[in-house]
T-cell receptor, first 117, second 111 residues
Framework: GAGVSQTPSNKVTEKGKYVELRCDPI?????LYWYRQSLGQGPEFLIY????????DSGLPNDRFFAVRPEGSVSTLKIQRTERGDSAVYLC???????????????FGPGTRLTVL | DAKTTQPNSMESNEEEPVHLPCNHS???????IHWYRQLPSQGPEYVIH???SNVNNRMASLAIAEDRKSSTLILHRATLRDATVYYC????????????FGAGTTVTVRA
């Protein structure tokens, strides 16, 4: 079946611009996660959705970052006034909402590589 | 958050076993041990997880110490495709939905 998809695969933008990154989770998965991965480091948690609501956005670095999931499926990560330090790979993952979250494998997309010039 | 410690890198020969250690001395009774790996230009992928007993699946085996303060991921016959980064992660069964990745162990496989 189809896995998690992310678009675009690459995004180059200029400092100060606004960008949107899209995630299509696996069909039927109610949990969705965004992570950010800088070069040479492991992924870092940003935000977690259960259905349409953001259950935990504690990983968002500042108020320039915002994410939505209006219909409980596709999610968009939005970054305002981009800075060079925002350059990273942004990863999306989804998992089924079966009781006992720690059992649930997370399925990751290939990521969007964001470069801010 | 409970933390894990892994070696930065390990080397192996093709078709030989690889034993990847992970220390988690502050593990709590409700923490599950998860392993993910990340192939180049891809997102992480799940490998295996366990709580107390050793676990086997088609990808690997997980050996958990009796005191649970350490564990070992075992790749039985390394292939060139196994040469990548492996992450050992603790997740609390009661509330921990997110994955907290460290730097992981980079495995090199010699042909």
């Amino acid at each position: 079946g189809a896995g998690v998809s992310q678009t675009p695969s690459n995004k180059v933008t200029e400092k100060g611009k606004y960008v949107e990154l899209r995630c299509d989770p696996i069909s039927g998965h109610t949990a969705l996660y965004w992570y950010r991965q800088s070069l040479g480091q492991g992924p870092e948690f940003l935000i977690y959705f259960q259905g349409t609501g953001a259950a935990d956005d504690s990983g968002l670095p500042n108020d320039r970052f915002f994410a939505v999931r209006p219909e409980g499926s596709v999610s968009t990560l939005k970054i305002q006034r981009t800075e060079r330090g925002d350059s990273a790979v942004y990863l999306c993952a989804s998992s089924p909402d079966v009781g006992g979250r720690s059992y649930n494998e997370q399925f990751f997309g290939p990521g969007t590589r964001l470069t801010v010039l | 958050d409970a933390k894990t410690t892994q070696p930065n890198s390990m080397e192996s020969n093709e078709e030989e076993p690889v034993h990847l250690p992970c220390n988690h001395s502050t593990i709590s009774g409700t923490d599950y041990i998860h392993w993910y790996r990340q192939l180049p230009s891809q997102g992480p992928e799940y490998v295996i997880h366990g709580l107390t007993s050793n676990v086997n699946n088609r990808m690997a085996s997980l050996a958990i110490a009796e005191d649970r303060k350490s564990s070992t991921l075992i790749l039985h016959r390394a292939t060139l495709r196994d040469a990548t980064v492996y992450y050992c992660i603790l997740r609390d069964s009661s509330y921990d939905y997110k994955l907290s990745f460290g730097a992981g162990t980079t495995v090199t496989v010699r042909a």
